[in-house]
C-alpha cells in the first residue's frame, strides 16, 4: 500500500531524518504534534540515550513528537501503534470490511485510548495507512 504524504510532512521526514539519523516511513501532522512511523528495529536509536534524541529533535522541530514503531503483519502494528498501552490480543476481523479488535486490560485502556482520543485515533489512521484495517476497537 502506497502512502501519499504532503509536503509539509516530507519536510519533517528530512529534519527529522537530519537530526536522529532514522528516516521514518510516515509522518502525521496534528497541529503542535507529529507522529512518526520508525522502522521495525530503529526505535532506540530515534528516541536516544534517556530520550536525547527525540527531546532535541522536539526542540528543534518546535512540536511534541511520537514516536511507533512499524511491524511486518497488521496485528502486531496495531499493538505497536497503542504502545505504551499493553496490549493482550489482536484480533483482525474481514467480514464487510477489516476492524482490528484490541484487547487491552482495564487499567491500560486509558493509555490506549489517549487524552481527547488520540492514542486511538492515531493507531486508526496508521493502520489504515499502511495495513488496510478500516478500524481499531478496542475490547
Known sequence: MRVELSDEARRYIGRFDELTGVAPKDCLVEGDRLVFLV???????????????????ERRLGKS??????????????????????????T??????????????EPDRGVAIGADGTNIETARTLAKRHHDVDDVQLT
Not at 502494528?77 to 498501552?85: D, H, K, R, T, Y
Not at 483482525?92 to 486490560?105: L, T
Open 39 to 57: 522502522p521495525a528495529g530503529e526505535m532506540a536509536a530515534a528516541i536516544g540515550q534517556a530520550g536525547e534524541t527525540v527531546e532535541e529533535a
Open 65 to 90: 513528537i511520537e514516536l511507533v514503531e512499524d511491524a511486518d503483519t497488521p496485528k502486531a502494528f496495531v499493538a505497536s501503534a497503542l504502545a505504551p498501552a499493553a496490549v493482550n490480543a489482536v
Open 92 to 105: 483482525i476481523s474481514e467480514q464487510n470490511d477489516r476492524v482490528a479488535y484490541v484487547e487491552v486490560p
